[in-house]
């Protein structure tokens, strides 16, 4: 038997485009995921990983000949067969992606949606009603200069409602947002507090209850 003139640097070597071809099927195999069928799939990644294996193991054949740890020929005379099975595999799983309809069954995971401006328009329209009818007790009360406070308060809590949408990860934007809120909250606490004063319990809304 003729002696192979295999090198350890040679052995070593002979591991990069194997190292390579494992990186390239491993971009494939993710980018690709989403695109195929199960079916199709698995042809595709069984086809890579059998390419892969049969180039280590060839790789590993010559690392162990250039040793002297043993001439392992099944190593060696498997590589052909294995690489060509797997070619033959990743070629039709990927053609099938092509040519047929893929169809596959798992879980897609949804948009992330926070909803923030949903919950922002229910607070405006909520607080749009309230400023409004405080505003309208105030005309009734006869105290309109009242309304400039709740109008206020309202404009307020539109700022809130901004800042809501905002990276509160400084402390700035906090000191802000409380800032607005205080004098927002403020501004509805005195708006209130001056209604009572003037009368607020004791108003009648409609003039039918006035003879009750």
Known sequence: MAVKEFSVAMALVDY???LLFTIAGIILMRDLYNKMSKGAFALFAAGL??????????????????LGVCDFTALSDMFFPV????????????????????GRTYAVVP??????FVFVSLMVLGLGMLDAVLCVL???LKKPALIV????????SLGMGYLSTKD?????MNWIAEGVNVVGQGSLLVGAALLHKYGLASLRLRKGRETE
């Open 16 to 18: 990069i485009p194997v």
């Open 49 to 66: 990983i059998d390419v892969t294996c049969a180039g280590a193991l060839k790789a590993t054949y010559k690392l162990l000949y250039a």
């Open 83 to 102: 690489q060509s099975i797997g070619f033959l595999l990743a070629g039709i799983g990927i053609l099938a992606m092509m040519v047929h309809r893929q």
């Open 111 to 116: 948009p992330v949606f926070k909803g923030t």
């Open 138 to 140: 105030s005309a009734k």
């Open 149 to 156: 406070l709740f109008v206020f308060s309202f404009v307020c």
């Open 168 to 172: 509160f990860a400084q402390a700035s």
